[in-house]
C-alpha cells in the first residue's frame, strides 16, 4: 500500500513539473531582461548587457555619447508589459529625466530576441529616444532668468541688479610678465591677501581670468582703471550683481545673493548648475526660489560631431526640439522697510561699538520701517533675533498686569531703596533721586523707574498674569503675518521667590528682542495688540518662515541665555484694550515729562512717550549691564538696544532722540 500511494504520488509531481514545463513559453526570462535592460539604462550604463546587431562596448559608448549633454542627470527607466512573440519580444520603456525643476517623460520601445536560454537587446538609436536618428546625440540648452529685486515700502528698490566690475588677472593678455609679480601687485592695489591671491593665479590654467575683487561702480570706486591698467594682465570686466544700495544695508536682514559655490550646487541635487546666483541668510536665502525664478530649458537632437559654429551657419537649423520649458522669471519680494528710515537707523548706529540694534515700527499696521543691527553685531541680526533681558522697558508689562487686577496710574507704590526677597537684595539704579523714594504714584514710580516699587508689588500680580500681559501686548506670541525669521520674546508663565521678584523688572528668564520690544511700544500707541509685518508677498517661503530661533542662536554669551525660548504661543484671547493702552500711554509720557527720559521732550512733532530699560547680565561686580529704550512718537515706534552698553537712558536715550528727530 505504501509503496503504491508513493508511486502515484511520484506520477503525478512528474505530471505538474511537465504541465509547467509545457506553459513555460519564456515570458520570465524576457520580463527578466526588460528589467536588467531598465536598470542598465537608468544607470546609463549597458557594458555588460547582453546586445544583438551591436558591439556591446560600442553600443555603451553611444548611449553614454547620445545623453552626454544631460549630465549629470541619470533618468528613471521603468520596463512595462512584455509582449511575447515565440523567440521575440517587446517592451516599453517609461523614461523620467529631472532637468533642473523640471520633468521629461518619454517612451520609447525595446526588442528582445532569445538566443538559446538567453535574451539579448536589439540595439537601436530609438531604444534611448523614440525620435532619435542614427549619428543624432542630445543637446541641452538653459536659459536662466535673472534674479528679482527684493522691493521696500513704496517698491523702492532695495536690492536690485547693480553695475560692478570684476578686478582680476586675465592670463591670456599677461604676455612675457611673471603671473606671481603681477598678481602681487594687483592684491596690493585691491587690498586682498597677496599670498593667497599670488597662490591662486598660479594654480589656475593658461587661459583663465583670475578674479581678485568685485568692486561696485557707484562712483565711490578708489581703484581706478588706470591703476588697474598698470598692472601686466590685470583687467577689469564689467558686469551687474544684485546688490543693497550699499554693502552693509539692511545686510543682516536681506541677506545676501552670489554665485551658487560647489558645496550649494552639491547640496541642491540638480536644482543648481555653476553660474546660477543663489541667496546666502536672511530673505535672500529663505525666499530664494521665489527670487530665483525657474530655468527654461530645451532639449534638441544635433548631429554628433558638428560644433557649435557649424550649427550656427547652417541653413536650416539641423537640430530638432524634443522637449522644452519655458524660462519663469523670478517674483520681486515685497517688503515693508522703508530704505530712509532704515539707512538712518543704520547711520545713528555706526559709532556703537557693541552688538545694537534700533527697530522701527508703524503702529497703525505693524509695517516694519527699519530693522538695524549695528557694526558690532557682525553681520547678526541682533534687532530680530536677538535674545536679551529687557530690563525696566518690561514695566509696561508690569504695569499693564497691576491695572487688570484694580490698580490706575494714581494708585500709590512703595518706593524703597532697597528690597530683599527670600535673601536677595534688589535696589535701584545708581544715582536713583532721593526724591522719589517712599509712597509715590505708579505713574512717577514707572516715570523714575524705581525697581524696588515694582517689585514689592509683586504679590499682586502672579507669574501667569505677567505672562498673559505680555501677550495681550503682542510679546511672546507667533507672529503669521512677518514672513521672516524671529524671536519674539519668552516670558515664562511659572515663577516665585526671587525668580517672579527678577521678571518684574525684566530680569530673570525674561527676554525679548528688540523687534518684541518695539512691538510692545507699538500695541500701547494702537491700543490694540500689533502683529508685526516685514513682507508682504510671502510666496515661496521656506518652512522655516516667521520660526522662534532658540537662544544658540545667539552670537554673543551676553545675549542672555539661560535656556532655548518656549515656542511662540499664538495670539493672545486678551488683547490690551484702548483704555488699559490710554493709562500706559500715560505713564510713558511721564517717563518724558517728569522721568528718566527728558532729553526727548524737544523732539518736533506729536509728543513722545517712552521707557527706558537697563538689564544686568553676567558674574562682574559690579555686573555689566544692557541698555534699551522704547518710544512712541505719532505713528512710529522706536525700540533702540545697546548690548554691554550702560544705562538705558544714557546710551539708548541720545541714539533714540537722532533717530526721531532726524526721522521727522
Same mark, same amino acid.
Given at each position: 500500500?505504501?509503496? #503504491?500511494? @508513493? ?12 504541465? &509547467? ?116 546625440? $542630445? ?11 527684493? &522691493? ?5 528698490? &532695495? ?21 606671481? =609679480? ?15 591671491? =599670488? ?134 519680494? *515685497? #517688503?515693508?522697510?522703508?530704505?530712509? $528710515? ?35 553685531? @557682525? ?17 509696561? =508689562? ?6 487688570? @487686577? ?35 504714584? $505708579? ?7 524705581? @525697581? ?7 504679590? *499682586? ?38 525668580? !517672579? ?24 500707541? !494702537? ?8 513682507? $508682504? ?38 488683547? =490690551? ?48 549691564? !544692557? ?38
Amino acid at each position: 500500500m505504501g509503496k #503504491t500511494k @508513493n508511486l502515484v504520488l511520484g506520477l503525478a509531481a512528474l505530471m505538474i513539473a511537465g504541465s &509547467l514545463t509545457a506553459c513555460d513559453d519564456g515570458r520570465s526570462g524576457a520580463e527578466g531582461a526588460a528589467k536588467q535592460l531598465a536598470s542598465s539604462l537608468a544607470a546609463l550604463d549597458v557594458g555588460s548587457l547582453a546586445v544583438d546587431g551591436k558591439d556591446a562596448a560600442a553600443a555603451n559608448e553611444q548611449l553614454k555619447a547620445v545623453f552626454a549633454a544631460l549630465d549629470p542627470a541619470k533618468p528613471s527607466v521603468e520596463s512595462g508589459a512584455v509582449k511575447l512573440d515565440g523567440d521575440k519580444a517587446s517592451v516599453p520603456l517609461n523614461f523620467t529625466w529631472k532637468i533642473g525643476t523640471a520633468e521629461w517623460k518619454y517612451t520609447s520601445q525595446a526588442a528582445l530576441k532569445k538566443s538559446g536560454d538567453k535574451w539579448a537587446v536589439q540595439w537601436t538609436t530609438t531604444l534611448l529616444e523614440p525620435d532619435l536618428k542614427d549619428g543624432e546625440v $542630445l543637446d541641452k540648452t538653459v536659459t536662466s532668468p535673472s534674479r528679482a529685486d527684493i &522691493l521696500g515700502a513704496g517698491d523702492a528698490k &532695495l536690492v536690485s541688479y547693480r553695475p560692478v566690475v570684476h578686478v582680476g588677472i586675465d592670463k591670456t593678455t599677461i604676455g612675457s610678465a611673471d603671473p606671481a =609679480v603681477s598678481a602681487a601687485k594687483l592684491a596690493q592695489l585691491v587690498g586682498v591677501d597677496e599670498a593667497a591671491y =599670488v597662490k591662486q593665479v598660479q594654480a589656475s590654467g593658461p587661459q583663465a581670468f583670475v578674479s581678485a575683487i568685485t568692486l561696485r561702480e557707484d562712483g565711490n570706486r578708489t581703484v581706478t582703471d588706470q591703476q588697474i591698467a598698470s598692472i601686466p594682465g590685470a583687467r577689469g570686466i564689467p558686469d551687474f550683481l544684485p546688490l543693497a544700495p550699499t554693502r552693509t544695508f539692511a545686510r543682516a536682514v536681506l541677506g545676501t545673493a552670489a554665485e551658487a559655490s560647489a558645496e550649494q550646487i552639491q547640496k541642491a541635487g540638480g536644482a543648481l548648475k555653476v553660474g546660477d546666483t543663489v541667496g546666502t541668510g536672511g530673505l535672500q536665502e529663505q525666499y530664494d526660489a521665489q527670487l530665483r525664478g525657474q530655468d527654461g530649458v530645451s532639449i534638441k537632437t544635433r548631429p554628433q560631431g558638428m560644433t557649435d559654429d557649424q550649427i550656427k551657419a547652417a541653413r536650416p537649423d539641423p537640430r530638432r526640439l524634443l522637449f522644452a520649458v519655458n524660462v519663469k522669471p523670478g517674483d520681486p519680494l *515685497k #517688503t515693508t522697510l522703508d530704505p530712509r $528710515l532704515q539707512q538712518l537707523a543704520e547711520d545713528t548706529l555706526g559709532g556703537v561699538g557693541p552688538a545694537s540694534a534700533i527697530v522701527a515700527l508703524r503702529p497703525s499696521t505693524g509695517a516694519v520701517l527699519a530693522a538695524a543691527s549695528g557694526p558690532g553685531s @557682525n553681520g547678526y541680526n541682533t534687532a530680530m533675533l536677538g535674545q536679551y533681558a529687557p530690563g525696566s522697558t518690561f514695566k509696561i =508689562v508690569d504695569s499693564l498686569a497691576l491695572i487688570r @487686577n484694580g490698580m490706575t496710574p494714581d494708585s500709590k507704590v512703595d518706593c524703597t531703596p532697597t528690597i530683599t526677597v527670600d535673601g536677595r537684595t534688589f535696589k535701584n539704579a545708581e544715582g536713583y533721586p532721593a526724591s522719589s523714594l517712599g509712597s509715590v504714584a $505708579l505713574r512717577d514710580a514707572f516715570a523714575h523707574s524705581c @525697581n524696588t516699587a515694582f517689585i514689592s508689588s509683586r504679590d *499682586k500680580v502672579s507669574q501667569a498674569q505677567l505672562e498673559s500681559a505680555a501677550t495681550s501686548l503682542g510679546v511672546a506670541v507667533q507672529a503669521p503675518k512677518l514672513g521672516a525669521d524671529a524671536f519674539l520674546g519668552s516670558v515664562p508663565g511659572n515663577a516665585d521667590g526671587t525668580e !517672579h521678584a527678577a521678571s518684574m523688572i525684566g530680569q530673570g528668564k525674561v527676554l525679548l528682542s528688540p523687534l518684541a520690544a518695539a512691538i510692545m511700544a507699538a500695541s500701547v500707541a !494702537h491700543g490694540a495688540p500689533v502683529s508685526p509685518q516685514l513682507v $508682504l508677498n510671502p510666496g515661496s517661503a521656506s518652512p522655516s518662515a516667521g520660526a522662534t530661533p532658540t537662544a544658540s542662536g545667539a552670537p554673543s554669551s551676553s545675549a542672555s541665555p539661560v535656556a532655548p525660548a518656549s515656542p511662540a504661543a499664538p495670539a493672545s484671547d486678551k488683547p =490690551v484694550t484702548p483704555a488699559e493702552a490710554a493709562a500706559l500711554s500715560d505713564m510713558m509720557r511721564a517717563v518724558v515729562t517728569s522721568g528718566h527720559a527728558g532729553f526727548l521732550a524737544s523732539v518736533p512733532g506729536a509728543p513722545v512717550g517712552a521707557k527706558t530699560g537697563t538689564a544686568e547680565f553676567g558674574n562682574d561686580n559690579p555686573p555689566k549691564t !544692557h541698555a534699551w529704550i522704547v518710544a512712541v512718537h505719532g505713528d512710529l515706534a522706536v525700540a533702540v538696544f545697546v548690548e554691554d552698553g550702560g544705562l538705558g537712558a544714557t546710551t539708548s536715550g541720545p541714539l533714540l532722540k537722532s533717530f526721531l528727530t532726524a526721522a521727522g
